[in-house]
């Protein structure tokens, strides 16, 4: 069972919803297992969430970050979660909000408070596919691409991602023979007033989420190699809310480097009963 009492902070990232937990002098215990993942994490029987943050003592950083996914699979990386985490780690006092530091699976991130929202700073992006060569496109659809962004993503470029069945399409393009891994796939078209408009279906949670912060980083790029967006872009989530990406490099064989900022809200703050 799951220990009763145990606290966290219910968190929002665009509508990218964590269950988040410190964990730097109580240890994950069972909450760590997938089975207990998956109950806090049911929309009609638990908290809800896409998945549970950890934030853990690091000896490399100000704060280690541990991302688990609603289906209780760990990733290793999650921007929104990041983004989470930056806010979440200044308001308890593990680091200044003017730099910090935090140690993913991806490696370490750069993370800020700027202007009263989080900002970090990406892992450089080297893995990157203008025309995914196995993927042919469908009906509405123009390009496919793909970005390793800590995690891997396929770019659909749309003539109008409000009509994309994100579930019938997207499920099956996650688990395309062609990728090692599997993907999130993220669809992108313009919106009725010129603005970048994506949505995201998510490996882990197996179903479109309201934001993705990696997949938006994704989408930038991609645009950015189209030649459709140039280095600083917002990007329009499905919860209506904005993420701002901003690119360097990309032409000089070194990859690019992303920064992301975007929402780190706390909803509430519980403790864990019967679940």
Known sequence: MIPRGRRFYKMSGSGNDFVMIDARSEARGELGQAP???????????????GIVFLERSAVAD????????????????????????????????????ALAIETDAGIIRARIDAGRPEIDLQPVREVVADAPSIPVSAGERRIGFALVGVPHLVVRCDEVATVDVVGRGRPLRSHASLERG???NFVSRGRDGRWVYRTYERGVENE????????VATAILLNVWGESGGSVDIETRSG???????VGGANGAGWSPSLAGEGRVVFEGALAEI
């Not at 207990?36 to 896409?50: L, Q």
Request: proline fraction near 0%; hydrophobic fraction near 45%.
């Open 63 to 98: 704060v280690r970050l541990t991302y688990l996914n609603a289906d209780g699979s760990q990733a290793d990386f999650c921007g929104n979660a990041t983004l989470c985490t930056t806010r979440l780690a200044v308001e308890l006092g593990m680091a200044s909000a003017d």
């Open 241 to 247: 809310r904005l993420l701002r990406v901003r690119l």
């Open 183 to 185: 993907a999130n796939v």
């Open 209 to 216: 989420t309201l934001a993705c912060g990696s997949g938006a």
């Open 36 to 50: 207990a993942v998956k109950r806090v994490c049911a929309r009609a029987t638990g908290v809800g969430a896409d």
